[in-house]
């Protein structure tokens, strides 16, 4: 067996996602996490499964927004299923301004009301 060419530090999201492009390439690599597998210990492992692009644009420049869209096709083709259903973004009543907010900032956004989401009135 040939030496890994490369060493990745970190078996999160980041650096699995890192090693499927390399491994793709042909490129020898390790992974090298210092608490093992993937599992709790990681971000990961708790967070990060909504891919939310146009709700970013309301704080983060151009780059991620853009990157952000493109990151939706990179899983496809990685066999995750991916579901395009928009982004729900909630607020207490008391906080509407704070969405009135959100919108101006945000592109491709409809109002809808509780029916509109399906959300339990309650
Ligand atoms: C509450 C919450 C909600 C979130 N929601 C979303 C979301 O909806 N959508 C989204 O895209 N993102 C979301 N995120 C962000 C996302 O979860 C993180 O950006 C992402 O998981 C980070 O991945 P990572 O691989 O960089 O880090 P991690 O998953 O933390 O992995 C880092 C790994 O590196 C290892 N490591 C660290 N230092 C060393 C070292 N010195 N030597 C060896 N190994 C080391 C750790 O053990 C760990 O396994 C959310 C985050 C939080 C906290």
């Given at each position: 067996m040939t030496e890994p060419q490369i060493t990745i530090v970190g078996g999160g999201v980041a650096g699995l996602c890192l090693a499927a492009e390399l491994a793709e390439r042909g490129v020898s690599l390790r992974?090298?996490?210092r608490y093992g597998r993937p599992a709790e210990h990681g971000c990961s492992w708790w967070a990060g499964g909504?891919?939310?692009?146009?709700?970013?644009?309301?704080?983060?420049?151009?780059?991620?927004?853009?990157l952000?869209?493109?990151a939706a096709g990179w899983w496809q083709r990685h066999n995750v299923n991916v579901e395009r259903n928009g982004s729900l973004v909630l607020a207490l009543?008391?906080?509407?301004?704070?969405?009135d907010r959100f919108a101006?900032?945000?592109?491709?956004h409809e109002w809808v009301d509780a029916d509109g989401c399906g959300c339990l009135r309650g």
């Open positions: 992974i090298f996490d909504m891919l939310a692009p146009f709700c970013e644009s309301e704080a983060a420049e151009e780059p991620v927004v853009r952000g869209q493109e009543s008391r906080d509407g301004g704070e969405l101006r900032r945000t592109d491709q």
